[in-house]
């Protein structure tokens, strides 16, 4: 990249909370200003500036015929695109969508249904352009895309750790949830970038930043069954923000295969009583 | 003072203990040990022995750790927690050097080297043996590692004999405790009225002859002798270590390494409570005008993907072929490297893996159908 690189960040759907993660952080925002020509980012400024750019950051997911058009567009003017964050990089926590009903959904929450036009899935960018990096997170972590955007900057390869989140318990001190007290936390299963935040204060973890690199949760949850966790139970860990990424995606859907199956054989016994 | 010789067993009262921690820290010394935290017994700073556990003990099995309370208040009456001593002297994050542009080029400065002076209190016997280990890698080889070094150059260590076991403990089959028989400095016996005292070395000596210590009687020595016995008979946990380097590198085709790639979620948390996995990785950070950059150093692990990348992939691409090499360098190959196993039976990778992996069930199960699938044995696959 030679000259100042002009930077574009752009919103599809999502709640906006990754945009903001940028403006926090406020020890290196007058830098990252100083250092990128920002031509288009709403959510900053309402200057606009045409493409061609060459970092362009896209927040949210694919859920509308349009927004399925503007990305491609968003495309060809981008040299270097990156995603920001689960709905962009996994569909997002509006992706329980894709296990129901869309139409059902539209007459519960809008008064005018036929006004609105929308995909029956909510998906990630990379299955509609191609992605260049993916920045995972709910929200990303402002000092990961601080570090990304310092790479891209200086022209090396941007480095972000696909290990689990137990690494960064252990490496903390932090004793683990699960081993100690029985607290069901999907650490082990997903991408570190939060810094293991959520087990610091005794909680488990929510999958924030999706599946980690060859994760296995099905070894997890059949931990879990072993030890009186039902399959019904543990869907919802496995649908959250991160749920339609493959690896949980699949996870979750064979957990309900499970139940159907559990279920079923439950009213057969029921009926031999 | 009076001049004590080495290897006489001397007696604490028990309300004298605070005396140690105050003699410690009069000296300089940060003196670090077991403590109640986050539903477990871990290491941090001791102050007084109010901070010690008193009364607590825990239970432990696969994948299951439970902090319980005890019936009497015995300070020590535990085995191992999720933390090691590893985390002080081969700290899991530090700057070893930084980098800053000048007018005249870059100017760079190796990190701060100045720890604590830290006094270990409570180093059980299979964690001596951990330390024994860690020396071999940090000092005794051609590279010394300055970080390592000056702490541990400077630490005093107070073992402390076991008196129970874990069901996750297995220290009698790798043969390193659960007695404490050297690389102390004063080693203790807890017993209802106080602690049995070893001297094991002359720094030791010297502390010991500031405390306010009687000659141990007769009685002391023999319960001593009793509780600690108590500790060898509750280990039901065994591995059988037979031959165990070549019959691990003669199996590296066993089908067990997929079975346990199925359960295993390569999330590093064996490797990590290992009191002698060494295992780190060094990056480069700078901030974003690229004035400034330091290099740091951090705890990484075998079970990481990107750990064994090497131009243009990783050369472990699956949880079978990371759970081998972590098993086979554990349990095989450190033998090559160190002249020891790496593995001292602590049991700390059995009971803080997520889904219970043991470690002493795959080298049975490996053990058991040994040579079924034995494949031709090349000196290129140590």
Known sequence: ?273 | MTNLPLQTTWFLPRGELSRLIETLRADGYEVVGPTVDQGAIVYSEIRSTDDLPKGWTETQGPGQYRLERRTDDAYFGFTVGPHSWKKYLFPPLVTVSTAERTPDGWSISDGKNDPPKYAFLGVRACELAAIAVQDRTFLHGPYVDPVYKARRDQAFIIAVNCTQAASTCFCTSMGTGPRCTRGFDLALTELPAGFLVEVGSPAGEALAARLPLVEAAEDHTREAEARRQNAVDQIQRRMDTTGIRDLLLQNLEHPRWSDVAQRCLSCTNCTMVCPTCFCHSVRDVSDLTGDQARRERQWDSCFNLDFSYMNGGPVRNDVRSRYRQWLTHKLASWFDQFDVSGCVGCGRCITWCPVGIDLTEEVAAIRSSDGLQRPPVSPAAT
């Not at chain 1, 981008?78 to 920001?84: D, E, G, Q, V």
């Not at chain 1, 082990?188 to 690199?213: E, I, K, N, S």
């Not at chain 1, 496995?238 to 199956?261: D, V």
């Open chain 1, 1 to 273: 990249m030679s000259g100042k690189p002009r930077l574009a960040v752009f919103k599809f759907a999502s709640c906006d909370g990754c945009q903001l993660s940028l403006l926090d952080a406020e020890d290196e925002l007058l830098a990252i200003a100083g250092a990128v020509e920002i031509a288009y980012f709403l959510e900053a400024s309402s200057r606009v500036l045409p493409g061609p750019y060459d970092v362009t950051l896209v927040e949210g997911s694919i859920t509308t015929p349009h927004d399925a058009e503007r990305i491609q567009e968003v495309r060809r003017q981008s040299k270097f695109l990156m995603t920001i964050g689960a709905c962009a990089t996994s569909g997002g926590i509006q992706a329980l969508r894709n296990w129901a009903s869309s139409e059902e959904y539209l007459r519960a929450v809008y008064a005018r249904p036929e006004y609105i036009r929308t995909l029956s899935t909510s998906t990630a960018i990379a299955d509609h352009v191609k992605v260049d990096f993916e920045l995972r997170g709910c929200p990303i972590n402002h000092h990961q895309l601080v570090e990304v955007l310092s790479s891209l900057i200086a022209g090396r390869t941007p480095r972000t750790p696909n290990h689990s989140v137990c690494l960064d318990c252990k490496r903390r001190g932090t004793v683990c949830v699960t081993v100690a007290q029985g607290i069901p936390c999907i650490g082990p299963v997903t991408h570190a970038g939060c810094g293991a935040l959520c087990p610091h204060f005794d909680r488990g973890c929510y999958g924030c930043y999706g599946p980690a690199a060859q994760a296995n949760p099905s070894s997890l949850n059949d931990w879990w069954m072993q030890h009186g966790h039902a399959p019904q139970q543990l869907v919802p860990l496995m649908r959250n923000f991160n749920g339609y990424a493959p690896s949980f995606r699949s996870e979750s859907e064979r957990l309900e295969r499970m139940a159907a199956t559990s279920h079923s054989s439950d009213q057969v016994g029921g009926n031999d009583k």
